[in-house]
């Protein structure tokens, strides 16, 4: 199973931007995807989850600014992020967890490769 975010780059603050991460491979089914950021020198901490029943948690310091998305059809997780802080600066991540093999048996976590947003002051 492979997670391929995409979607980073520089904007400035009040700007937006939208993060997409697709999974492939041989997948049985994916429960909760979310996206996670990790700033210079800190911890990576949640941004936002998704269930596979689109019920969605948020971190207190986005919600009202960020949407978190899924497409269960592409096996797709987006986040839409508007009226972006230089504070939302930091790589994000996206995660699944994803059931695979015969009838879904086995099942893990996997993690993207991570994209960099940058939000100018």
């Known amino acids: 199973v492979q997670l391929q975010a995409s979607g980073g780059g520089l904007v400035q603050a009040g700007g937006s931007l939208r993060l997409s991460c697709a999974a492939s491979?041989?997948?049985?089914?994916?429960?909760?995807m979310g996206w996670y950021r990790q700033a210079p020198g800190k911890q990576r901490d949640m941004v936002a989850v998704?269930?596979?029943?689109?019920?969605?948690n948020y971190a207190d310091s986005v919600k009202g600014r960020f949407t978190i998305s899924r497409d269960n059809a592409k096996n797709t997780v987006y986040l839409q992020m508007n009226s972006l802080k230089p504070e939302d600066t930091a790589v994000y991540y996206c995660?699944?967890?994803?059931?695979?093999?015969?009838?879904?048996?086995?099942?893990?976590?996997?993690w993207g490769q991570g994209t960099q947003v940058t939000v100018s002051s």
């Open positions: 998704i269930t596979s029943g689109s019920s969605t």
């Open positions: 491979g041989s997948i049985f089914s994916i429960d909760n």
């Open positions: 995660n699944a967890d994803v059931s695979t093999g015969h009838w879904g048996i086995h099942r893990g976590v996997y």
